[in-house]
């Protein structure tokens, strides 16, 4: 059973990575990486991480997407054009690419001690969690706190309008 | 139909999957010319990453791995905020959202 799960959402998330690169506009490489973080939800909770995939489901598949959603169409984002790129993303990057994943991949093959993960393997409760974080990790918490509060004042700093300049961003948009 | 519910999934298949996302996330880093989907692809990145994470956490039965999530899920949101943020403010500075015509970091 957790062969079948895993095959299946795996698949899941490998279709929808690649059409997330193959779709050539930008609302359907966002629905198509709501697809891939669905099914790493369900991945996370057949490894016995229940609270993390609730909140993948809340927090990536929710609000942050809902985000880039709304973005791309405030912007009203259109059909990419698609150039070749840098030079130095065809000579450099790929072969790059390449390398890293075939070193990861052969140390992984190559790893000694891996276990492997069963249906009855039993879930990490929440409880256990919140214990570890609201005691050991309590700090770190905090100061994760602090640093959402800033990206919210630099969000509306950055985003919101400028009211010095009664005409709006036409005015700006226009002037150079 | 017993054994077929009692089968197992190594744990190196999850870690592979895990390094074949990240790599598909710097591929469409390299490859898109849209902001919001390069923007996108980061977030690929960062979510092959986490599954690592849960792997390993899994693996040695460890809480404080799924903490790391936790505190990379908290990042990331505040991270799309910004960058988002960021995005509008280009857009409204340039009207493209064209990777090739973005080429000066002033607004």
Known sequence: MHLLFFIVFAGFCLAGAINLLLQSHPINSALSLI????????????????????????????????????????????????????????RVGFPAVVAILALIATV????????????????????????VLFTD?????????????????????????????PHGDGERTGEK | MNAFLSQEVPLSWYLLLSAVLFSLGVVGF????????????????????????????????????????????????????VGLAIIIAVFRARATLAVDRIDRMKL
Not at chain 1, 51 to 80: D, K
């Open chain 1, 108 to 131: 992984i093959l190559h790893a000694q001690g891996l276990g492997v993960a069963r249906l009855s393997d039993g879930i990490t409760s929440t409880e256990e969690l919140s214990k």
């Open chain 1, 137 to 165: 990790l309590l700090l770190p918490f905090e100061v994760t706190s602090v640093l959402i509060l800033i990206a919210i004042l630099g969000a509306v700093a950055l985003a919101g309008h400028d009211d010095r300049n």
């Open chain 1, 35 to 90: 697809v891939v973080m669905v099914s790493l939800a369900v991945l996370y909770l057949l490894l016995g991480a229940e609270f993390l995939a609730i909140a993948q489901v809340i927090v990536y598949a929710g609000a942050i997407m809902v985000l880039f959603t709304f973005v791309i169409m405030l912007l009203n984002a259109s059909r990419e054009e698609r150039t070749l790129g840098s030079r130095v993303a065809l």
């Open chain 2, 30 to 81: 390299l490859i898109k010319r849209n902001l919001i989907t390069v923007f996108m692809s980061i977030e690929l990145m960062l979510n092959g990453v986490n599954l690592s994470f849960v792997t390993f956490a899994h693996q040695w039965h460890a809480v404080k791995g799924q903490i790391f999530v936790f505190f990379v899920m908290m990042v990331a949101a505040a991270e799309a905020a």
